[in-house]
């Protein structure tokens, strides 16, 4: 069955039958979205490694993850840590969706992975190898432990899935990347479902100390839970986390047939680019809301059937206040009565993994009608002043949500979800 199209055309359903996460404030979706509508924040002091030569001595790590639940210790040591957290929110979310035991023809599953740097932490320590040890020393699991791709080779392995399968790399965009591509692969006729999302490892001493010497990342090493502050005038800077965020999609006529519970139907997609600088954002948010029309648009609902955006919200000056007037510019009338919500204010920034964990967000958020908080949230800027759902989060009733990324090279994605109906 097909519903119309803002252009009349009729278009394949897309259901969401699996969620899986890992991420700083729980390694699940069920404590993950407990976290959220708490308040809780993940951000702590690093304890991986020595910070006291860095700007910024902290960070969103992860809590408790143990990956031989997911790898064995043979095959995790083969893995970066980005692989890891990929596998982990994969096979939580296939689980859930019983994609395993669905009779699919596996050329007909397909995998959309992305990482935005992919196995730093693998390329760090071994250019410390080759440079303390010589070039005869590096691992020649180096190359495939690093290489972005790895994460949905991986996962086609374990799960035995032959469809297409491919990894974008568009900065902070990438995990929402990801999800869009399986959405349309779907739509094409290409596939029957697909695994997608993000994953990203990035707390480590060089990126931190990139971020931190572009001036990107918070420096309020005095007060970790409260550094990530998005929509706050006193705001300085993002904080870099970990995870991976990674949902089933599905045919949704093929996914009823096999009697799958349907969590929520994705409705929409698009991407644009700013064309202008490479990390900061267009100062007039003309792409930003240009994807959101498009999405919007792409969804068959009207601006006000949306009661809910999870931002991009990163806690930078530049991109909140660019955001908020992108949204203004997409919505209209419809921006007085929205919601806007950053969750990056408790989980920090996963980078190339943020798409994918804001949309399992997102899901949540319209299957359950309630919305996660921006904590921190205590000097209102004026320039930011859209409904960011300050401090706790609340019930709301509402058809549909938007999840906003933009990632630096001025890539702009915008997915778009709503509640199930028949």
């Keep these: 069955m097909a519903h119309g199209s803002a252009s009349g055309g009729p278009k394949t359903r897309v259901a969401v039958t699996g969620l899986g996460v890992v991420s700083p404030v729980g390694n699940d979706p069920a404590s993950f979205w407990e976290s959220l509508l708490a308040g809780r924040s993940g951000i702590a002091t690093i304890t991986r490694f020595d910070t006291a030569r860095l700007d910024t001595h902290f960070a969103g790590e992860t809590k408790g993850f143990d990956v031989e639940r997911y790898m064995d210790r043979k095959e995790a040591r083969r893995a970066d840590r980005f692989v890891h957290y990929a596998m982990a929110a994969a096979l939580q979310a296939t689980e859930q969706a019983g994609l395993k035991e669905a009779g699919y023809d596996s050329f007909r599953v397909g995998l959309v992975v992305g990482s935005g740097i992919g196995g730093i932490e693998?390329?760090?320590?071994?250019?410390?190898?080759?440079?303390?040890?010589?070039?005869?020393?590096?691992?020649?699991?180096?190359?495939?432990?690093?290489?972005?791709?790895?994460?949905?080779?991986?996962?086609?392995?374990?799960?035995?899935?032959?469809?297409?399968?491919?990894?974008?790399?568009?900065?902070?965009?990438?995990?929402?990347?990801?999800?869009?591509?399986?959405?349309?692969?779907?739509?094409?006729?290409?596939?029957?479902?697909?695994?997608?999302?993000?994953?990203?490892?990035?707390i480590t001493q060089?990126?931190?100390?990139?971020?931190?010497?572009?001036?990107?990342?918070?420096?309020?090493?005095?007060?970790?839970?409260?550094?990530?502050?998005?929509?706050?005038?006193?705001?300085?800077?993002?904080?870099?986390?970990?995870?991976?965020?990674?949902?089933?999609?599905?045919?949704?006529?093929?996914?009823?047939?096999?009697?799958?519970?349907?969590?929520?139907?994705?409705?929409?997609?698009?991407?644009?680019?700013?064309?202008?600088?490479?990390?900061?954002?267009?100062?007039?948010?003309?792409?930003?809301?240009?994807?959101?029309?498009l999405a919007i648009a792409d969804s068959g609902l009207p601006p006000d059937a949306f009661g809910y955006v999870n931002a991009h919200g990163t806690s930078t000056p530049y991109n909140d206040k660019i955001e908020t007037l992108a949204i203004r510019k997409a919505f209209g009338a419809a921006a007085a009565k929205v919601a806007v919500s950053s969750t990056k204010s408790m989980t920090g920034h996963l980078l190339g993994a943020a798409g994918g964990v804001e949309f399992v967000a997102c899901v949540l958020a319209v299957r359950d009608q309630k919305l996660p908080p921006t904590i921190n949230h205590r000097t209102p800027d004026p320039e930011c002043d859209l409904d960011c759902v300050p401090n706790q989060s609340r019930a709301a009733v509402f058809e549909a949500a938007l999840s906003n990324s933009m990632g630096f090279g001025g890539h702009n994605v915008t997915l778009a979800v709503r509640r199930y109906r028949e």
Excluded at 230 to 251: C, H, Q, W, Y
């Design 122 to 202: 693998t390329l760090e320590t071994q250019t410390r190898v080759m440079l303390e040890k010589g070039p005869g020393r590096v691992s020649p699991f180096f190359i495939p432990m690093m290489i972005s791709n790895m994460a949905a080779g991986q996962l086609a392995m374990r799960l035995g899935f032959r469809g297409p399968s491919f990894t974008p790399v568009s900065a902070c965009s990438t995990g929402a990347h990801a999800i869009g591509e399986a959405f349309r692969m779907i739509q094409a006729g290409e596939a029957d479902a697909a695994v997608a999302g993000g994953t990203e490892a990035p």
């Design 206 to 293: 060089l990126a931190l100390a990139g971020f931190g010497n572009m001036k990107a990342l918070s420096t309020r090493n005095d007060d970790p839970q409260g550094a990530s502050r998005p929509f706050d005038a006193t705001r300085d800077g993002f904080v870099m986390g970990e995870g991976s965020g990674i949902v089933v999609l599905e045919n949704l006529e093929k996914a009823k047939a096999r009697g799958a519970t349907v969590l929520a139907e994705m409705v929409g997609y698009a991407s644009t680019t700013d064309a202008y600088h490479m990390t900061a954002p267009e100062p007039e948010g003309l792409a930003a809301a240009e994807c959101m029309r």
